[in-house]
């Protein structure tokens, strides 16, 4: 309640649609009575020598002294010399995992009704590491660099994250088959990992075949784990299993229990400035942030917010067939709470 001390919080805006879907997500905080208070900071117009980006060293500074923050999308300006955003981010936080639950919103129809699943991501080594180079004139090579370390770092949280959170299975997806050393590695790691895990069901499968399992019956799954580039993709197809990257929300986990919380689209410039963006997947991106920080009771309350208001059809925005503006849902929000 708001006579608690405030918990610090960094909120980084972004780009392009990024400001409208923050400021719902400030409006649907208020209302809901979470004492965070905002430590806002936005993307430079000018290089930071600091970190090579447009990121600056005091945003960076921020994330690390609350440990905790959400973050709208960030569009890198084109140009030679300088870190991406979420690259830099991701270094310099360490933020080793990506977490994205996604699960069927009741009231919105989309071919299935009963997903209800979680992709855990490594996020820092595998084909992901720009490591390539010319061989020789026509001939180009790529290292998949995957190590014990990381592995392991990403399999234990995910089996932390099963038991935590009520969940039954956990799915290493792999190609073991064909990159027998990397992703091989990759699935001794979380063979190591669940047999610390006995109530929790362990199961290997192939990429290709979990695609396929996926589109057929995303129901088999509950969670599932990967290295950076598979998770890249099937996380994505899964946003597409119940309806698209206005609704998906995830968080990235970094060493010493540092969680940057973040909508999985990108900043929309066709829509930018027009009042028309879908804050629902930086909401549950919020949601998420809440419930690290184990703020569970208003986490419920928002999440229930939402899920009503998108439920009940009156007030949707244009992405999921409506004809509200993002104030209009929002503050529909608001008056659900
Ligand atoms: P995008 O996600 O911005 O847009 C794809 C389509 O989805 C567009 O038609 C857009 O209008 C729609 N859309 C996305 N989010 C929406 C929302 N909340 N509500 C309603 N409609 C929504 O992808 P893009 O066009 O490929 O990328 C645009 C920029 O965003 C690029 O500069 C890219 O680098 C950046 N980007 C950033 C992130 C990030 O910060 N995590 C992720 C992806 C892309």
């Not at 930018?272 to 879908?278: F, I, T």
């Not at 009940?312 to 067939?321: I, S």
Request: hydrophobic share 35%; proline share 4%.
């Amino acid at each position: 309640s708001s006579s608690t001390t405030p918990i610090k919080a960094t909120l980084f805006p972004g780009d392009g649609i990024g400001p409208e879907i923050a400021e719902s997500v400030k409006q649907v905080f208020t209302a809901a009575d979470v004492s965070i208070d905002w430590d806002e900071h936005y993307v430079a117009t000018e290089i930071d020598p600091r970190t090579n980006s447009f990121l600056t060293w005091e945003s960076l500074q921020s994330v690390l002294k609350n440990r905790v923050g959400l973050k709208g999308p960030m569009a890198t300006p084109i140009g030679k010399g300088h870190r991406s955003l979420n690259l830099t981010l991701r270094k310099e936080l360490n933020l080793y995992a990506n977490v994205r639950p996604c699960y069927s919103l009741p009231g919105y129809k989309t071919r299935y009704d009963d997903v209800d699943l979680v992709t855990i991501r490594e996020n820092t080594e595998g084909e992901y590491s720009g490591l390539e180079h010319q061989v020789v004139k026509g001939v180009v090579e790529s290292l998949k660099i995957i190590t014990r370390t990381a592995s392991m770092r990403v399999a234990e949280y995910a089996f932390l994250y099963a038991k935590t959170h009520g969940r039954k299975k956990v799915s290493a997806i792999h190609k073991a088959n064909i990159m027998q050393k990397t992703d091989g590695l990759f699935l001794q790691c979380c063979k190591e990992v669940s047999e610390k895990y006995p109530e929790i069901y362990y199961e290997e499968v192939v990429i290709d075949n979990c695609c396929m399992m996926l589109v057929k019956n995303p129901a088999l799954f509950d969670v599932l784990v990967m290295p950076n580039l598979y998770g890249d993709i099937i996380s994505d197809l899964c946003a597409g299993l119940v309806g698209g990257l206005g609704l998906t929300p995830s968080c990235n986990i970094g060493e010493d229990g540092i969680a940057l919380a973040e909508a999985v689209h990108g900043s929309a410039p066709d829509i930018a400035g027009k009042n028309l963006a879908n804050p629902t997947a930086l909401l549950l991106s919020g949601v998420m942030m809440l419930r690290h920080l184990k703020l569970n009771k208003q986490a419920e309350q928002i999440h229930s917010a939402i899920i009503n208001t998108i439920a009940e059809g009156k007030y949707r925005t244009a992405d999921l067939g409506g004809t509200s503006t993002t104030t209009e849902f929002t503050k529909a929000i608001c008056d659900h709470l």
